[in-house]
């Protein structure tokens, strides 16, 4: 019903339509361009909001990167220069895209464990709703409080970490995890995971919700084992959901902001920098607009594209968000 | 045998619940230890439990202001959410030339993550002059793409023939939708409540941007400046985690379903 052109859709759809002939097409004109005009205020307060704050920066990036601007100066075409300067000189940069690329390929590792969590969960377990409340329960919280909490469990004497692996004989000398090149890095991806992982299995709950029992009854009959019933039915099934926390993983690289901000700052020797904290102290530490603006624009493409590899991986159309 | 495979998931669920609780208590536990919070070994118990953290962070920072300011910006947000995502999804269940240009359009926005916006959105607040204000923190923030489609799926569930009646009872399309359709989409409303407050509760790099002054500033912030202020040195900066983290836990608590009804709506559905 929602598909009928707009035209016809007066005419074709009226009960109502007892009026006199000769009047009726001059009140349903009325009536559209009064529907139409309502349509166009209704939409415009959020349709003005994404305008400003999504569709007009993403193309001010662009323009921006071409630049040489600073507030209070006039711009000047710079054709390629930031991006020269970008890829050749600024080593910070493939310090932080590498880093940006490990911490989206370490997403698939979260989501495998969501994966189990979310298969143990969604059985005739008792207190299901239990477990899945207090996985869940760390996501929606404030992810600059989330990197002190994590901060303090990786401190050096009044950590919980160092306590335990020193408690246990692991290692003798306590692990400046944060501060040691080495290990910052994973130790900042740990707390993303700790924080993101009861998203992906909220995710993933709602596909394994959504495969029909019959496929498994059907298989269970046809003596198919546990481990084909998983491989042939519960994956291929999920891959719409899969496809989703690819997107998120993807993402998170981007939000992660608020953490790294926090836990590290980007150090040591910037071996936690990732793109967006990069753009962050480029724009705003040192005021470089412009070369900011070239960076988020090679981050958005870079997003764009394995946006679009995720999306090949798992079959294609799995995101097809058109039919919402 | 499907008896012991479930006390061994129990057993792992415990496990991994253990993990996943482990850092609130230890902060907790911070938060109310007397002694030095560097000894080692650490206590698991904290000897003589006390409050008096809490009350540094009454006089270290001011707390009062940091979450008068946070809850002002969020009202805003909220407010702003439910009025322009209602009415958004309520012209979304209408036909009209160009729906699917907009549909498309707010999808492909849903894609832009807002920390890649972060310099023109700055330069346009400058433009439009709310840099350093309560409207300018919570502009972004006010309307939200997966809300509007969780507004249009809950307008479309709702008989048509309530809608023609009250037209025919002469009712405007704007009485109908706050008077018609908004009453009996309660549950979208506390969906977008829930969403939208959370967001802009825990925005941080937001704010970080475009405000100025101590005065405008919101928890978070507040909070990356006690810890830039402190270091890790006090059970104070353990406190004020807490109390932050506190009002999140309770409002996800009680709303528990209807945030995940709009996580997930707006991840499977767009």
């Known amino acids: 019903m929602n598909t009928a052109p707009p035209q016809r859709a007066g005419v074709a759809g009226s009960a109502d339509a007892v009026a006199p002939p000769v009047r009726a097409a001059d009140w349903y004109r009325r009536k559209r361009t009064r529907e139409a005009m309502l349509v166009a205020c209704f939409l415009l307060p959020s349709l003005m909001i994404f305008f400003l704050y999504r569709i007009l920066p993403l193309g001010w990036n662009v323009i921006l990167s071409f630049e040489y601007w600073s507030p209070l100066k006039a711009a000047r075409f710079a054709g390629l220069d930031n991006y020269a300067e970008m890829f050749l000189e600024d080593d910070v940069f493939w310090q932080a895209l590498t880093n940006t690329l490990i911490f989206i390929l370490a997403s698939p590792i979260a989501i495998l464990l969501a994966l189990a969590v979310a298969l143990a969960v969604n059985s005739d377990l008792k207190g299901a709703a239990i477990y899945r409340t207090i996985i869940f329960l760390s996501y929606p919280l404030m992810s600059v409080a989330v990197g002190i909490v994590w901060r303090w469990l990786y401190d050096e004497r009044g950590g919980f970490i160092n306590f335990v692996l020193r408690g246990t004989g692991l290692i003798k000398e306590p692990i400046p995890f944060l501060q040691s090149f080495g290990w910052a890095l994973p130790s900042v991806i740990l707390a993303d995971i700790w924080q993101v992982v009861g998203f992906y299995m909220i995710i993933l709950l709602t596909g394994l919700q959504s495969i029909p029992q019959h496929l498994y009854e059907a298989a269970r009959i046809d003596g198919a084992p546990a481990s084909a019933r998983f491989l042939r039915i519960t994956l291929p099934m999920l891959r719409p959901s899969l496809f989703i926390c690819a997107v998120i993983g993807i993402l998170n690289s981007f939000t992660a902001f608020d953490l790294v901000y926090v836990m590290t700052g980007g150090g040591p020797a910037h071996a936690t920098e990732l793109l967006v904290t990069h753009i962050y102290n480029m724009g705003f530490g040192e005021t470089r607009f412009d070369y900011a603006a070239a960076l988020t624009v090679v981050q958005f493409t870079l997003l764009v594209i394995l946006t679009f590899l995720a999306n090949r991986a798992v079959g294609g159309n799995a995101g097809s968000v058109e039919s919402a | ?270």
């Open chain 2, 1 to 270: 045998m499907r008896r012991r495979s479930h006390i061994l998931r129990h057993l792992v669920m415990a496990l991994v619940c253990a993990l996943m609780l482990i850092p609130f208590y230890w902060v907790a536990k911070t938060a109310v230890t007397n002694e030095n919070i560097y000894a080692y070994p650490p206590r698991i118990l904290p000897l003589k439990p006390h409050l008096y953290n809490f009350v540094d962070v009454w006089y270290l920072i001011p707390f009062a202001r940091y979450f008068a300011n946070s809850v002002i910006v969020s009202l805003i947000a909220v407010a702003g959410n439910i009025v322009f995502n209602a009415a958004a999804g309520y012209a979304l269940t209408k036909n009209f030339a160009g729906k699917r240009i907009v549909v498309l359009l707010f999808l492909s926005c849903m894609l832009i993550p807002f920390q890649a916006t972060i310099i023109p959105a700055y330069l346009v607040s400058a433009r439009l002059g709310v840099l350093n204000s309560y409207l300018g923190l919570a502009l972004p923030l006010l309307s939200t793409i997966v809300c509007i489609f969780v507004f249009k799926a809950a307008f479309e569930a709702i008989p048509a023939s309530l809608q023609q009646a009250a037209r025919i009872d002469g009712l405007g399309e704007l009485r109908i939708l706050f008077r018609i359709m908004l009453p009996l989409a309660k549950p979208a409303i506390a969906t977008n409540i829930i969403l939208s407050f959370i967001w802009s509760w825990n925005a941080f790099l937001w704010p970080l941007i475009i405000t100025r002054d101590v005065t405008m500033q919101t928890l978070p912030l507040g909070l990356a400046r006690f810890l830039a202020y402190v270091e890790d040195t006090t059970g104070a900066l353990y406190a004020f985690v807490c109390m932050v983290l506190l009002p999140g836990i309770i409002v996800f608590l009680m709303a528990q379903k209807e945030f995940i009804r709009g996580l997930t709506s707006g991840a499977t559905k767009g």
